[in-house]
């Protein structure tokens, strides 16, 4: 059974940094493309990244271009996510699965992210 487990969430102010983690057991993890979405309180699902199996492909919308950054390394079975600049908007709970866009696969256990002063 597939178990995808992300971690890494927290508070933080406007302007600061998180990295997620998500570790996964129960797949073949190099096999997979991955992806991250988010969901913030009363909105739907939002596509947040994707990156191919051997992590040389990566999605990101414009409206996270150049402050979140996707990678994997197919060695420790983790996917990784890389968020600067954090805003407001980026509260959610933000979620990993083993597929290139969030409503291809059931997603892992999420991680909540607030930002706020």
């Known amino acids: 059974e597939a178990q995808l487990v992300a971690s890494g969430g927290g508070l933080v102010q406007p302007g600061g940094s998180l990295r997620l983690s998500c570790t996964t057991s129960?797949?073949?993890?190099?096999?997979?493309?991955m992806n991250w979405a988010r969901q913030a309180p009363g909105k739907g699902l939002e596509w947040v990244s994707a990156?191919?199996?051997?992590?040389?492909?990566?999605y990101y919308p414009d409206s996270m271009k150049g402050r979140f950054t996707i990678s994997r390394d197919n060695t420790k079975n983790t996917l990784y996510l890389q968020m600067n600049s954090l805003k407001s908007e980026d509260t959610a709970v933000y979620y990993c699965?083993?597929?290139?866009?969030?409503?291809?696969?059931?997603r892992g256990q999420g991680t909540q992210v607030t930002v706020s002063s």
């Open positions: 699965a083993n597929c290139w866009h969030p409503s291809q696969c059931m």
């Open positions: 129960g797949i073949t993890f190099e096999n997979y493309p």
């Open positions: 990156i191919g199996a051997s992590g040389g492909t990566t």
